[in-house]
């Protein structure tokens, strides 16, 4: 009966190094699968520490205040890349300065480029018939929400700067909806 039992015999360090490896292995794959599923749910960074991001034009080159306002007149609703890539409007007031806040073009119903209409002296959107105060408060619907903010400062050499706006909305004294 002696003999019986030692051919039976499981050493159990192989084993252990067995499944070591089998739970190893699986560990791998299903990690190899899940990181890159679990990473298209994450968001990309806006980028750039909080500093903020350069204005661009449509070529991509920076916007420079004292330029862009040599060729802007007072009361101009122009177009730059802003925030995340978004169109963002850069508004040069009645003094021929510009406004420390850019406006977000796109329309917070459906998400199209709200483009400004001098004559009626709001933006007006082509595709649902959203409109908004100069500042970016919503007139008349389908619109539910403001247009989003952004900072507009100006760096040491005079590029154009937006960085996020993340306190009260002074058009509706509340919390930011697009932080």
């Known amino acids: 009966m002696a003999a019986a039992e030692g051919e039976f015999y499981i050493d159990q360090n192989r084993r252990n190094l067995m499944n070591l490896i089998l739970v190893g292995s699986a560990a791998v794959t299903v990690g190899g699968l899940a990181v890159p599923y679990i990473l298209f749910f994450v968001p990309p960074s806006a980028g750039g520490g909080g500093l903020g991001v350069s204005a661009k ?24 890349q802003g925030l995340k890539g978004d169109a963002t409007y850069l ?11 850019g406006l977000n073009a796109v329309c917070t119903h459906l998400g199209c480029v709200v483009p400004w209409s001098a004559a009626n002296n709001k933006f007006m959107c082509p595709c649902h018939g959203s409109q908004y105060a100069p500042t ?33 909305d002074f058009r509706t004294e509340g919390k930011p909806w697009w932080v």
Request: a negative charge.
């Open 57 to 80: 034009d449509a070529l991509g080159n920076d916007l420079f205040e004292k330029e862009y306002l040599a060729a802007k007149k007072a009361g101009d609703h122009s177009l730059a």
């Open 91 to 101: 508004i040069v007031k009645e003094d021929g300065t510009l406004e420390d806040y």
């Open 136 to 168: 970016g408060a919503v007139v008349r619907g389908p619109a539910p929400l403001p247009l989003a903010l952004a900072h507009r400062t100006t760096d040491d050499a005079g590029t154009i700067i937006f960085s996020p706006w993340t306190e009260t």
